[in-house]
């Protein structure tokens, strides 16, 4: 019996594994993720995601350096905190799986958590099979965590969520050929940073971080990038996910209604809630323009890059200039 399936065990109280399969491996072979059957116990499965740090990196878009290890690093860590310290103050509302056991070695990280399948959340959804409402779910549970974190300090998170910010991307930012967004890019993540309302956000927000049951009702995984910023960057990111340039525009005023009508539901009808919508609201397009100019030195022509998006990243760098 190896170690792992030792802790297994001993976390979950289980007599057996009687079966193991693999969900995933993880970004650039950083380890793997798989789901271990239990005989007896609480649990009927558990998810152990198994992080090994490899010798060599293998970027599928070529970005092998050490200042992407070290972030990929240094997410592993924060996710492990995330899971400790504050996956068990989230709600029914913002449901995610719950931490078993957590290992840390000097190459290696052991998580052991909840599976969410055996909770009622077996469906993955794609942007072709997603419905309207699965994808207003997605927003009601952003909401939720929102609130939940509403002004929450980051403690042994990102001190700035979001795998794509700024700071931590200047080969991206050097490779820019959208040279009028490159040079505003500062003053966008500026505004983003300065907003008076911060809660903690999910960071990598997109859709297929979402499980869904069969009513769709939903979860979340993935807490690499969580840490300080305003919601609505969970907000643009995740729609981005889900839609093309056409649905973008179509749905944009009937999701942001959905999303803000769950987070009133969470917060209440308050002074601060009101305050929150309008600033949201109002940085809205600068969330989708500092995506953007992530994209456009990440990967100039990917298909988040239409119409829609260039449209309100155009309006932010007018607006920027104007000032």
């Known amino acids: 019996m190896s170690s792992i399936e030792s802790e297994i065990l001993n976390c979950t109280g289980a007599k057996a594994i009687h079966d193991t399969t693999q969900v995933q491996t993880l970004w650039s072979g950083y ?22 740090l490899p010798k060599s990196d293998n970027h599928p878009r070529g970005w092998n350096t050490d200042l992407s290890h070290q972030r990929k690093v240094k997410s592993y860590a924060i996710e492990s905190n995330w899971y400790k310290h504050y996956a068990s103050l989230t709600n029914p509302n913002c449901k ?13 990280r052991l998580l052991i958590m909840e599976d969410l399948n055996a909770l009622g959340f077996p ?18 549970w952003l909401a939720h965590f929102h609130a939940v ?15 794509w910010y700024l700071d931590t991307r200047p080969d991206e930012l050097a490779k820019m050929t959208n040279k009028p967004l490159q040079n505003v890019a500062p003053e966008i993540d500026k505004k983003l940073n300065e907003a008076k309302f911060q809660s903690l956000v999910h960071g990598d927000a997109k859709l297929a971080n979402f499980c869904f049951g069969s009513e769709n009702q939903v979860a979340a995984v993935d807490f690499q990038y969580v840490g300080k910023g305003c919601g609505i960057k969970d907000v ?10 056409e649905a973008c525009e179509q749905f944009e005023g009937e999701l942001l209604d959905h999303y803000f009508k769950s987070l009133e539901e969470a917060m209440g009808n308050t002074i601060e809630f009101q305050e929150v919508k309008e600033e949201w609201t109002s ?8 995506l953007y100019r992530f994209l456009d030195g990440w990967s100039t022509g990917h298909w988040k890059m239409h119409g829609y998006s260039e449209k309100l990243t155009q309006a932010v760098i007018e607006e920027l200039d104007s000032e």
């Not at 300090?153 to 969520?161: D, F, N, R």
């Not at 643009?236 to 340039?245: H, N, R």
């Open 149 to 163: 974190f509403m002004k929450v300090s980051p403690k042994g998170l990102w001190k700035k969520g979001t795998y």
């Open 31 to 52: 380890g793997t993720i798989k789901c271990y059957y239990l005989e007896g116990g609480k649990h009927s499965s558990v998810i152990v995601k198994h992080i090994e």
């Open 236 to 245: 643009a990111y995740f729609i981005s996910s889900c839609f093309e340039e």
């Open 123 to 140: 469906i993955r959804r794609t942007p072709q099979t997603v419905s309207l409402l699965a994808a207003k779910n997605c927003l009601s």
């Open 96 to 108: 995610v799986p719950q931490l078993l056991y957590e290992e840390a070695g000097e190459n290696t």
């Open 283 to 290: 940085l809205y397009k600068f969330a989708w323009a500092d």
